[in-house]
């Protein structure tokens, strides 16, 4: 009978026609995680028990998903976002790392402000109205979408989380905006940034499996989210408000001059830890 480190070389080696070694057996150890719930510790400490046939056949569907190019986290329907774990589907964005790095920002620069009025638009699975929550006790938080069912996974992820974010759906070109006027002290969001041109550098996970709605922006007009909801934001942000912006790393300038050209000020873009120009903040005059 195999052990549990010659199913971890199988798994990693079934999967190397689609994925490099590094990814491989980085998804080996996850299904081994997921499957048999043991930690890495766990797996680290038992590569030489052994696994039962019929256990070992528990894989075939997992390589079968993953050899289709379907992302893990859409298999097991979960993911880690900033110590949270999110329910995610393919009607939402799998959340980002850079993603925590803008939730890391917005808790760094508000954190010892009192009574914050928040608002992520997009908001998607969730992930950075929930995060912010958490971890600012002062404030309220509202996630807006457009989609029904985005809205739905965001429901269920604060509901099991125990985070009381008000959620709304609205499409963000369709002015007015339930909120006040001069009501909010953040707004931010990760809006989508990738232009049809660049289709040809996605990987093929991401392509056929997350939605293009919340990817994609036409080349002739890749800045049209951000230009919408700054306009929003300068009349929803009080005085002194702030706003913040994940980018595309090509569009920095081109969004700092449309924050700078409707009244923004104290505009600027922090890197990513790529060093990738990927978060624009300006503040309300």
């Not at 048999?36 to 256990?55: A, M």
């Not at 509901?159 to 070109?173: G, M």
């Not at 990817?215 to 706003?243: H, M, N, S, W």
Request: charged letters at 25%; one cysteine or more; hydrophobic letters at 40%.
């Amino acid at each position: 009978m195999k052990n549990l480190q010659d199913l971890l070389h199988y798994l990693a080696q079934e999967l190397s026609p689609v994925y490099d070694l590094t990814e491989a057996n980085s998804l080996a150890w996850l299904m081994v995680e997921h499957e048999l719930g043991y930690t890495r510790t766990q797996i680290s400490l038992r590569k030489q028990e052994l696994i039962r046939p019929d256990v070992w056949q528990k894989f075939t569907p997992y390589l079968q998903r993953l050899l289709n190019h379907e992302p893990w986290q859409y298999i097991t329907g979960y993911t880690y976002f900033y110590d949270l774990k999110l329910e995610v589907s393919p009607e939402v964005l799998i959340p980002r790392p850079e993603t925590e790095e803008l939730v890391q920002l917005i808790i760094q620069e508000n954190k010892a402000l009192p009574a914050l009025q928040i608002l992520d638009i997009g908001t998607g699975s969730g992930c950075i109205a929930i995060a912010l929550n958490k971890n600012l006790p002062q404030a309220t938080v509202s996630g807006l979408d457009v989609s029904e069912s985005a809205l739905g996974i965001a429901r269920r992820n604060a509901e099991r989380l125990q985070q009381p974010v008000r959620w709304v759906q609205h499409d963000i070109f369709k002015l007015p905006l339930p909120f006040a006027p001069g009501s909010l002290d953040v707004i931010v969001s990760n809006p989508p940034y990738v232009q049809e041109s660049e289709k040809n550098l996605m990987r093929k996970n991401v392509l056929d499996f997350e939605p293009h709605l919340a990817l994609f922006v036409p080349d002739e007009d890749a800045l049209k989210y951000y230009r919408q909801i700054t306009k929003v934001a300068e009349q929803l942000l009080k005085p002194g408000g702030k706003l913040y912006f994940e980018i595309n790393e090509q569009l920095a300038a081109g969004t700092e001059k449309l924050l700078q050209e409707l009244k923004f000020t104290q505009v600027h873009t922090h890197p990513d830890l790529f060093g990738k120009d990927r978060f624009t903040v300006g503040i309300k005059i």
